[in-house]
């Protein structure tokens, strides 16, 4: 059975990109502390396109992604839902770079938040 190459990435397959890209000495000097996030998410760009993805890193201003394909960066609406809630929220991507087995990460800030209880 083929595979979709637009499926959403599994928790093997962020494990093994992160692994693959260790820890950097590296200071950012950023502005939030990051935290580690793996769950679910769904990215739409401008032109109504919905990529599966899986968050990697969420802060107070942004978030990292973990997908399949390259995302242009620009203004996109990521979706993440927990069992209790749903959140989306408008991102500015600003950027987006290979890494292994076809996949891509990105990352960008937050524009605006919005939650519900589902």
Not at 40 to 55: D, K, M, Q
Not at 91 to 110: A, H, Q, T
Request: glycine residues 6%.
């Amino acid at each position: 059975m083929p595979v979709d190459p637009w499926s959403r990435p599994s928790l093997t397959d962020l494990r093994s990109v992160l692994e693959s890209i260790g820890k950097s000495d590296v200071n950012h000097n950023r502005n939030a502390e990051r935290l580690e996030l793996s769950v679910p998410a769904e990215i739409t760009t401008s032109r109504g396109n919905t990529v599966a993805a899986v968050t990697r890193e969420i802060s107070r201003f942004g978030l990292g992604l973990l997908h399949k394909g390259y995302i242009q960066p620009e203004e996109v609406t990521v979706r993440m839902a927990s069992d209790t809630r749903e959140f989306e929220y408008r991102v500015k991507l600003e950027w987006c770079n290979p890494c292994d087995n076809g996949m891509f990460i990105s990352g960008g800030r937050f524009i605006t938040q919005k939650a519900s209880a589902v």
